[in-house]
């Protein structure tokens, strides 16, 4: 069974940051590509990055590039996601996901998603 826990949204000012968090277990594929995706209320789910298990090479949507950061620690598994320049439209349940055989571009723009997490509320507003 695979297992996510997801922490660090929350509410934040208009160019402010956060910090999200999530440590993944139970994965059997032999590689994968782990990351987040949103979804808004009224709107469809928009895939935002990913870095590959095997690799650790990060993928980021065009739109949010230079905004949005995603890393690892190897040290625990944990992967991060750093969220800076928080806009008003970034409003959105964030989900940490996974899919198999480590396919970014799928992962980014189909969200033919494997696994996925309850997601973290990230409400910015002032």
């Known amino acids: 069974e695979v297992q996510f826990v997801e922490s660090g949204g929350g509410l934040v000012q208009p160019g402010g940051s956060l910090k999200l968090s999530c440590t993944v277990s139970?994965?059997?594929?032999?590689?994968?590509?782990a990351g987040w995706f949103r979804q808004a209320p009224g709107k469809e789910r928009e895939g935002l990055a990913c870095v590959g298990h095997s690799d650790g090479r990060t993928w980021h949507r065009e739109s949010v590039r230079g905004r949005f950061t995603i890393s690892r620690d190897n040290a625990n598994g944990t992967i991060y996601f750093q969220l800076n320049s928080l806009r008003p439209e970034d409003t959105a349940i964030y989900h940490c996901?996974?899919?198999?055989?480590?396919?970014?571009?799928?992962?980014?723009?189909?969200?033919?998603?494997?696994?996925w997490g309850q997601g973290i509320p990230v409400t910015v507003s002032s």
């Open positions: 996901a996974v899919k198999n055989q480590n396919l970014p571009y799928s992962f980014i723009h189909k969200l033919t998603l494997d696994h």
């Open positions: 139970g994965v059997t594929a032999d590689d994968y590509c």
